[in-house]
């Protein structure tokens, strides 16, 4: 196998991780402050309590966050939604279009898309890109 052959196998390779990110089903953050207190508006999604609230499904295309005089519920929606918040009466809620977006204000970055990135530089030494 020669040198370019083998370039090739392993730009196929970080590409078939990256749709393998791509294609698994919607992540949201799926609890309420009041089973849970920590699901409030202090959420941590970096804590190991967070995982437990992670909810996956194909049906979802949007992540909600709802806050009703101090009660928060973040589930996962099927009603196609744009991202932004709006409030009246009291109640504020918030759609994001993203993978676990309705934990808070942390951006997480998938491993598939680290790796993909990382690997560039490699890709277009080895391609003189």
């Known amino acids: 196998m020669d040198f370019r052959s083998k370039n090739v196998i392993l730009f196929g390779f970080i590409l ?16 309420d402050s009041v089973s849970d ?7 941590d999604t ?18 909600t966050k709802v806050k009703d ?13 744009t991202d ?17 977006c309705n934990g808070g204000s942390s951006s997480r970055l998938k491993v598939t898309t680290v790796a993909f990135i990382s690997s560039l530089p490699l890709i277009i030494y080895k391609f003189g890109l």
């Open 16 to 31: 078939f991780l990256s749709a393998i990110g791509w294609s698994a089903a919607f992540q949201c953050y799926v609890c």
């Open 37 to 43: 207190s920590n699901c409030g508006d202090s959420f």
């Open 46 to 63: 970096s804590s190991s309590y967070a995982t437990s609230f992670v909810s996956a499904s194909s049906a979802c295309t949007a992540c």
């Open 69 to 81: 005089r101090g009660t928060i519920t973040r589930t996962c929606s099927t009603i196609i939604a």
């Open 84 to 100: 932004g918040c709006d409030s009246q009466g009291g109640i504020t809620g918030c759609a994001c279009t993203s993978n676990l």
